[in-house]
């Protein structure tokens, strides 16, 4: 994975999430580097929608063809392959989305991602998601400024809850000043890769805290440690600790115990925000003997 | 005699344990294995996994089953070999060593878990042990 590209965009604020915690009504913004680096992020995506009943439109660059899509993904599983069959996961083209008009207005697409939609959920999906790689900005000689403005103002796309869309930019393909201002314009963006952690750290009256998203397991264990030991060496003793794990999409063994041990080690009230499942994995490896802790369940967080 | 049904089977090192969650929890879901248990399995599956990675050679072999009302995982690995005594008896304490806590939460979190070292099984001299875990999924 390169660092030098999709990282850069990678900032962990409030929009931040890791790809598997893309969900029906989201507009998401996604930059890659590498070849190898989209191709994780597009495996998730289409996993996930399968998972949460979705239908999954891929669009990509169009020389890929479907038997290089299903190979990159590993789809040649009985879930993928079944998915592909009944159609419930696809690849189009923005060409082929707009046909038979062969120019990209704004109106026109919409016009096609509602009625598709609108299908998918006819015909029994929860809703549809659409991975949209911009490289058919190009490919249909379309102006740059048209498409920006597009993304600026599709929000009515995303209200009913039955469309979700998640926009790859090749950073080798678009300067920095479109990347940051579409970085700016999505309501979400996507952590660079699949299995990456980031930690944001908050500091205010009601004590120190810190926000985790992504996956905390034996690789980035060390990343989740030192996120946790920051947080509580921003702490007075006594005052609250913040720990939000409502992001993380997965809690490792690992670091579940190390969260439990470093929390049974302070004085301070720790709160830990956290969904169902880690809930679970927390109380099953002890939580409740750690009298500062008090866990806090997120409704909806599951996934 | 059931039929199991291959639901996947994957390779991996440290580098792809994201990959294998993903694909667990996809699995998962198409057996119709619902929340929170999914999650949990998966909780176990990157458990059993990662203890191939650190103490049993790095790398190991997954194997997701349908069978019956199981959904069946097998992980392999070619590390020294491990029996089921290395899992506590009862859950690690906080201020011990963290040594056995995954695979005591996968055995924990699942209706059956087993382990037999390569050579223990009558198929002959070899490294490594497998881990074999199932859930029950839920009817219908």
């Known amino acids: 994975m390169s660092t030098s590209g999709a990282e850069r965009w990678a900032t962990a604020d409030i929009r931040t999430i890791p790809v598997q915690r893309f969900r029906p009504g989201q507009h998401g913004f996604a930059a890659y580097g590498s ?41 040649h599983t009985p879930a993928l392959e079944a ?12 060409r082929a989305l707009i046909a038979p008009h062969h120019g990209f207005t704004a109106a026109r697409q919409w016009d096609r991602l509602a009625e598709e939609s609108a299908l998918a959920v006819r015909e029994g999906y929860t809703a549809m998601r659409a991975y949209i790689d911009m490289a058919w900005v190009d490919d249909l000689g379309t102006n740059l400024n048209d498409v920006m403005q597009r993304e600026r103002s599709a929000q009515h796309l995303f209200t009913g809850r039955t469309y979700s869309e998640l926009c790859a930019y090749d950073d080798r393909s678009f300067t920095d000043e479109v990347l940051t201002e579409m970085h700016r314009t999505h309501p979400v963006n996507l952590l660079a890769a699949v299995g990456a952690l ?27 440690l030192r996120a946790l030991q920051t947080t509580l060496g921003r702490t007075t003793p006594g005052q609250p600790l913040n720990i939000d ?11 579940a115990a190390d969260l439990l041990r ?40 599951g996934c | 005699m059931l039929t199991p049904e291959l639901l996947c089977r994957l390779r991996f090192t440290l580098r792809d344990l994201p990959r294998v969650r993903i694909e667990v929890e996809t699995c998962a879901a198409w057996a119709g294995l619902c929340e929170p248990r999914r999650g949990e399995f998966v909780v176990a599956v990157d458990a059993v996994a990662t203890n191939a990675v650190e103490h049993a050679g790095g790398s190991g072999q997954l194997l997701l089953r349908h069978i019956g009302d199981e ?24 201020d011990g060593a963290p040594t056995g806590r995954g695979l005591w939460l996968a055995k924990l979190v699942t209706d059956r878990l ?9 198929s002959g001299s070899g490294n490594g042990s497998v881990v074999t875990f199932a859930v029950r999924l839920p009817h219908g």
């Open chain 2, 71 to 94: 959904l069946e995982c097998q992980v392999a690995d070619e590390g020294p070999g491990f029996s089921e005594d290395v899992i506590p008896e009862l859950l690690p304490g906080l």
């Open chain 1, 83 to 94: 998915a592909w069959r009944r159609g419930q996961l696809g690849l189009s083209s923005m």
């Open chain 1, 198 to 224: 980031r930690a944001v750290h908050h500091h205010g009256g009601n004590g120190a805290g810190v926000r985790l998203t992504g996956e905390a397991d034996i690789a980035t264990q060390d990343e989740f």
């Open chain 2, 114 to 122: 087993s382990v037999v070292r390569a050579g223990d099984n009558g």
């Open chain 1, 245 to 255: 794990l409502a992001s993380l999409h997965f809690l490792g063994a690992g670091c």
């Open chain 1, 35 to 75: 070849d190898c680096g989209q191709w994780d992020v597009v495996s998730a995506f289409v996993r996930q929608g399968l998972a949460l009943s979705e239908k999954v439109l891929v669009i990509l660059h169009p020389s890929v063809t479907e038997e290089e899509l299903l190979d990159r993904i590993d789809g």
């Open chain 1, 262 to 301: 470093l929390s049974a080690s302070v004085s301070s009230p720790t709160t830990v925000r956290c969904t169902s499942v880690q809930a679970r994995v927390l109380h099953r490896l002890g939580a409740g003997s750690v009298r500062s802790l008090a866990l806090v369940v997120e409704e909806g967080t």
